[in-house]
T-cell receptor
Framework: AQKITQTQPGMFVQEKEAVTLDCTYD???????LFWYKQPSSGEMIFLIY??????QNATEGRYSLNFQKARKSANLVISASQLGDSAMYFC???????????FGTGTKLQVIP | DTGVSQDPRHKITKRGQNVTFRCDPISEHNRLYWYRQTLGQGPEFLTY????????KSRLLSDRFSAERPKGSFSTLEIQRTEQGDSAMYLCATPGQVNTGELFFGEGSRLTVL
């Protein structure tokens, strides 16, 4: 089974609108961390936001928020007030327990339309 | 700037040749990670170092791959007898905050094997 599933290969959003990128995960660990990364066309991987499995509140970082639904094993990224510069690939990722390995999903390509 | 420098940024080689990539974290980190990203996929874990000790290796790291971190600072990843399937972006990363575990990636070394 895939540990990280991103079911949206591509998404379009109008500039200034909000968009939700879906991510579901699979783990039997009680302690884990969830991450979102942005990869523009230039190629660098940019860390956006982190959610710990024991965190009771959803993480927020500026225009990014993580909608964490533990029972459903989902960790959706919400980008508010989309900007043209948000056009990029977005990857959901997970680190389980005490392991160092971070597992990434296949990504969602977001295109912001003027 | 993530504080991780990788060299070379691009490498084109013929099948069967050896290549070496270098990763230089700007500041000291006891952990260093190598990932590989092929087209249309998220990064995949290859290996990680705690200081100079290589503590975990993915099964993706065949016998043709070797990684070192001789003084616990910079690291090298060598691929011997390259194959076309080795064509990918090779990413180096260092950890962010200890209690969250996010990774900060370098800009990567893109390998093309002809």
């Amino acid at each position: 089974a895939q540990k990280i599933t991103q079911t949206q290969p591509g998404m379009f959003v109008q500039e200034k609108e909000a968009v939700t990128l879906d991510c579901t995960y699979d783990t039997s660990d009680q302690s884990y961390g969830l991450f979102w990364y942005k990869q523009p066309s230039s190629g660098e991987m940019i860390f956006l936001i982190y959610q710990g499995s024991y965190d009771e509140q959803n993480a927020t970082e500026g225009r990014y928020s993580l909608n964490f639904q533990k029972a459903r094993k989902s960790a959706n990224l919400v980008i508010s007030a989309s900007q043209l510069g948000d056009s990029a690939m977005y990857f959901c990722a997970m680190r389980e327990g005490g392991y160092q390995k971070v597992t990434f999903g296949t990504g969602t390509k977001l295109q912001v339309i003027p | 700037d993530t504080g991780v420098s990788q060299d070379p940024r691009h490498k084109i080689t013929k099948r069967g040749q050896n290549v070496t990539f270098r990763c230089d974290p700007i500041s000291e980190h006891n952990r260093l990670y190598w990932y590989r990203q092929t087209l249309g996929q998220g990064p995949e874990f290859l290996t990680y170092f705690q200081n100079e000790a290589q503590l975990e290796k993915s099964r993706l790291l065949s016998d043709r791959f070797s990684a070192e971190r001789p003084k616990g600072s910079f690291s090298t990843l060598e691929i011997q007898r390259t194959e076309q399937g080795d064509s990918a972006m090779y990413l180096c990363a260092t950890p962010g905050q200890v209690n969250t575990g996010e990774l900060f990636f370098g800009e990567g070394s893109r390998l093309t094997v002809l």
